[in-house]
């Protein structure tokens, strides 16, 4: 998800081989069955995390309402839009920065990913945090959001997202100076600007060329999640690991799902997938920290050199995101006539107020998804959400 493509690769979509059909439980009989068609290749963390969802749908509903997972075979990331409201799945990911004119205003809160690096005690709290405020804010206070997704024949139920970016490179990174010249490969808008703020060059390459593009020097370093250091292989050609910068997370619409379905459900099953939902939010997001924690334990284990950025690398980071903010709002006012932007900003600041206590302390796929279950998913009403 290059275009934002590989963000898909932030979202740390890795080569794997398809599960066997015959592994695949069939649905009791009677049961309504959710098509759930995701661009993760089966055996990945996404796809790890939708298998639980479907498997705890059907415990929850006593088997009256299952899910089956179809990982990469039904649907890619860049499909998932159409495919959904089209009926060909149910429920997916909607990587929304590949569908820039079809949802601009969910593309522009879901940008303003510098909030959980600028306003958390840390990082990881931030992203947590950051990933409950968007789903809030969408959920109960964007109408145009979900107004978007209605147009497509859609209803948006969480947001989720893979773990901060790092500097995955074949040289050392540590300070500004080391950034001067290089090229980087840039998943993403945010990404692009962050490059080029600090004085490097961003590149634009698909995530699964990246291995290629390090390996014969088209590229210095890549800007990814170090979950690729594993998932595309990236610990077979890089050196060096600068993992506080540039930071910011990929975020991504984790559960959308067809209007039609949606509203086929009686209102114990809409309730189900809303806590599903919040068990989407929460396990795609702690797998791909697990992976990513995972990879780097292998990487230095391997001899690859893991560093921090120095402190005036840090803070020049801090400061460009900050401004970085202020030019999200002014692009999207230019472009969408967007004139509330600051004010948006502002309210997922209060949001992330909200949201830091909440998360702190969650510190594994169950307790987070009770948070987001607890405070935000359980106070949607199933009997009138998107009806």
Request: hydrophobic content about 45%; glycine content about 8%.
């Amino acid at each position: 998800m290059t275009r934002l493509f590989l963000s898909a690769a932030a979202l740390g979509a890795t080569l794997a081989v398809a599960a066997p059909a015959a592994l695949i439980p069939a649905a009791p009989a009677g049961a309504e069955t959710l098509k759930v068609a995701v661009g993760y290749p089966p055996g990945t963390a996404g796809d790890r995390t939708y298998q639980a969802f479907a498997e705890d749908l059907a415990a929850r509903t006593d088997g009256k309402l299952d899910a089956k997972v179809y990982p990469m075979n039904l649907l890619s990331f860049a499909e998932a839009l159409s495919g959904v409201r089209d009926g060909i799945g149910d429920l997916t990911l909607i990587a929304t920065p590949y569908f820039l004119s079809e949802l601009p205003r969910t593309n522009f809160v879901m940008e303003l990913v510098a909030l959980g690096e600028l306003e958390a005690p840390d990082p990881l709290t931030g992203s947590k945090a950051l990933i409950g405020a968007m789903s809030e804010y969408i959920l109960t206070e964007c109408e145009t959001c979900r107004e978007e997704f209605a147009a497509q024949n859609q209803i948006f139920l969480a947001a989720s997202s893979g773990t901060r970016n790092t500097l995955i490179c074949t040289k050392p990174v540590e300070t500004q100076a080391d950034l001067a010249g290089l090229r980087i490969r840039a998943g993403g808008a945010f990404w692009s600007r962050w490059v080029s703020g600090m004085g490097a060059s961003a590149v634009s390459i698909p995530g699964n060329e990246v291995f290629e593009a390090l390996n014969q020097g088209v590229v210095d370093c890549t800007s990814m999640s170090a979950a690729e250091l594993k998932g595309f292989g990236l610990a077979e050609v890089a050196t060096d690991v600068t993992t506080t910068v540039p930071g910011g997370v990929f975020m991504a619409a984790a559960a959308s799902m067809n209007l039609d379905a949606w509203r086929g459900l009686d209102d114990a099953g809409r309730a189900a997938v809303l806590r599903g939902a919040a068990d989407i939010s929460a396990g795609l997001f702690s797998r791909y920290h697990d992976e990513a924690e995972t990879s780097l334990a292998a990487a230095r284990e391997a001899g690859i050199a893991v560093h921090d950025a120095t402190p005036a690398l840090s803070e020049a980071s801090r400061a460009y995101l900050r401004q970085d903010l202020d030019a999200i709002v002014a692009s999207y006012a230019e472009r969408f006539g967007y004139e509330d932007g600051a004010q948006v900003v502002e309210r997922l600041r209060a949001l992330m107020a909200r949201w830091i206590p909440l998360v702190e302390g969650a510190d594994d796929r169950e307790a987070l998804a009770e948070v987001y279950w607890r405070e935000l998913h359980s106070r949607i009403d199933a009997t009138s959400y998107g009806l």
